[in-house]
C-alpha cells in the first residue's frame, strides 16, 4: 500500500528553525510536493522536489533523498503567519500520471 | 483574477438526494482533481482528470462520479449521498505535468 508519514503536530519559537520531516512508502514515485493550509483555508503551494538535494526559496527549502524515502521542510527565521498545518504529497506512478497522495498534515504551532 | 471556484461553499443536504459540487477553472490548466479532506486522514483523491473526457480514479471514488465535457469545468457528483460522506471538498487545477496545484476555496457538506 501507500503510505506518508509526518509528524501530527510540532511547536516552535518566533525566529527560529523548524524542520518537518515526511517520509514514503510508495509503488512508484514521480515527485513530491509540499503545501502549506492555513485553518479554515485551502492549501498553498511551497515547493517541488523531484531530483535528490535541497530547493531553497526565500525562508523555505525542502530536501529529497529517494534513496531513503525522505523529504523534509525547512522554515527558518519563523514568523507567527507560518502557524499552518504543511501537507506533504507524493505523485505516484511515471511522469505525467494524476495520482497524488498526502500525508496526514503536520500542525505547526507558531509561539512568541 | 485566476482562479478556482467551487459552489456552493456550504450544503446540507439528506441522505440519497443527488447533488452536485461545480469546479471551474480560468487559467486553462489540462488537470484538473477532487479531494476530501477529513480530520486525521488528511486530503484524499477522490478522481482526477488530466484532460477533457478524460477521468481516472483516486484514492476514494466510491460513491462519486465525474466528468469533464469542457477544459475549463470539472463537476463531482454524489448520486446517492450518506453521511459518511460528510466532509470538506477541495477541487483543484494545474498545467500537465507536475505543476503546482492551484486549490480552489472549498465545499463544507454534510449528510444527515
Known amino acids: 500500500g501507500q503510505n506518508i508519514d509526518q509528524p501530527t503536530e510540532m511547536t516552535a519559537t518566533e525566529g527560529a528553525i523548524v524542520q518537518i520531516n515526511c517520509t514514503y512508502q510508495?509503488?512508484?514515485?514521480?515527485?513530491l510536493f509540499w503545501y502549506q493550509q492555513h485553518a479554515g483555508e485551502a492549501p498553498t503551494f511551497l515547493s517541488y522536489?523531484?531530483?535528490?538535494g535541497l530547493e531553497e526559496k526565500g525562508r523555505f527549502s525542502s530536501f529529497l533523498s529517494r534513496s531513503k524515502g525522505y523529504s523534509y521542510l525547512l522554515l527558518k527565521e519563523l514568523q507567527m503567519k507560518d502557524s499552518a498545518s504543511y501537507l506533504c504529497a507524493v505523485i505516484l506512478g511515471s511522469s505525467n500520471t494524476g495520482k497524488l497522495i498526502f500525508g496526514q498534515g503536520t500542525t505547526l504551532q507558531v509561539k512568541p | 483574477e485566476a482562479q478556482v471556484t467551487q459552489n456552493p461553499r456550504y450544503l446540507i443536504t439528506v441522505t440519497g438526494k443527488k447533488l452536485t459540487v461545480t469546479c471551474s477553472q480560468n487559467m486553462n490548466h489540462e488537470y484538473m482533481s477532487w479531494y476530501r479532506q477529513d480530520p486525521g486522514l488528511g486530503l484524499r483523491q477522490i478522481y482526477y482528470?488530466?484532460?477533457?473526457?478524460?477521468?481516472d480514479k483516486g484514492d476514494v471514488p466510491e460513491g462519486y462520479k465525474v466528468s469533464r465535457k469542457e477544459k475549463r469545468n470539472f463537476p463531482l457528483i454524489l448520486e446517492s449521498p450518506s453521511p459518511n460522506q460528510t466532509s470538506l471538498y477541495f477541487c483543484a487545477s494545474s498545467l500537465l505535468g507536475n505543476y503546482e496545484q492551484y486549490f480552489g476555496p472549498g465545499t463544507r457538506l454534510t449528510v444527515t
Open positions: 510508495t509503488s512508484g514515485f514521480n515527485g
Open positions: 522536489n523531484v531530483l535528490d
Open positions: 482528470s488530466m484532460n477533457v473526457e478524460v477521468t
